[in-house]
């Protein structure tokens, strides 16, 4: 490549087309694989219909913040189960950053001259507009099943799933840089995905959890995904719990921090394994 068209094609214009090619990819990729997206939306559904149904009797949930009165247990479910779409959906997109490595098709962004960062990052917004896709699809399913939000929620929400989103994904790139094969990495998500999941307010109040296990109560404080699930609850009523939204902005940011140390190829843990990366 020339240095004319090197500056080229790392003008705005370049970075543009480059980051529309890498979420087209990834969507085309989502999109192809029915599959994973009906499996997306069957693990919260069953929680809804099922476990949450079952459980309406003995798990009412009284008047908290966002709640104004009484609640279903399904309604308080939803945002922990909007939450989980997206823990799960991070993962999964980490998921196919080891399988690129696997097959060598990461090597097709080593001659890219766009840095690191920006391919990343592109992969990022990639998994985080697919997991949006899944959530609203989920919301409307639970719409027909009358577990409502009021319609300015749907609206408010979007910038808040942006950003736990990135939380989530940014947690799944740095996993998938510890592993370099798929079984490896496909095997340790649930060790990931079900301790974050259950240890956080998803399921239960946190007033509820410290009555019965004041040490539980506290693991969930400490767990980022927590704030996840309490800033989208806030937001499909309107609010913005501004306390949840900055943490979850700072474990994102921690999180993307270490990952481009990690993806680094000559320092991060990539090299360190012997596993092709993506160069500056």
């Known amino acids: 490549m020339t240095g004319r068209e090197r500056t080229s094609a790392l003008s705005p214009s370049g970075y543009a087309t480059c980051f529309a090619g890498i979420v087209w990819r990834e969507a085309l990729r989502f999109f192809s694989q029915r599959g994973r997206f009906l499996s997306a939306l069957v693990r919260p559904l069953v929680w809804l219909f099922i476990f ?4 309406r009797s003995v798990l009412g949930v009284s008047i908290i913040p966002p709640y104004e009165t009484y609640v279903l247990y399904e309604v308080y479910v939803t945002p922990g189960l909007v939450a989980m779409i997206q823990l799960f959906n991070g993962l999964q997109s980490s998921l196919s950053m080891v399988y690129d ?4 098709a990461m090597r097709i962004l080593l001659v890219s001259p766009y840095p690191r960062w920006f391919l990343l990052l592109s992969k990022l917004a990639a998994g985080v507009f697919t997991s949006i896709l899944q959530v609203y699809a989920f919301l409307f399913v639970a719409y027909l099943w009358e577990v409502e939000a009021p319609v300015m929620g749907y609206f408010t929400l979007l910038p808040t799933l942006v950003v736990t989103g990135l939380m989530l994904g940014a947690m799944g790139l740095l996993l998938s840089s510890l592993f370099r094969q798929l079984e490896n990495f496909a095997s340790v998500m649930n ?3 079900f301790p974050m999941f259950f240890a956080s307010s998803a399921l239960y109040p946190l007033w509820r959890i410290q009555e019965s296990s004041p040490l539980l109560y506290e693991l969930c ?3 980022p995904f927590t704030y996840a699930v309490e800033a989208i609850r806030f937001a499909l009523y309107g609010q913005f719990d501004m306390t949840s939204l900055a943490i979850v902005t700072g474990v994102a940011v921690a999180f993307l921090i270490m990952s481009l140390f990690a993806y680094n190829p000559s320092k991060g843990l990539i090299a360190r394994r012997g596993a092709p990366a993506m160069a500056d």
Request: charged letters at 20%; aromatic letters at 8%; zero cysteines.
């Open 221 to 223: 404080r400490l767990n």
């Open 52 to 55: 949450a149904a079952g459980l």
């Open 191 to 193: 060790f990931v995905i």
């Open 101 to 104: 490595r696997e097959v060598g």
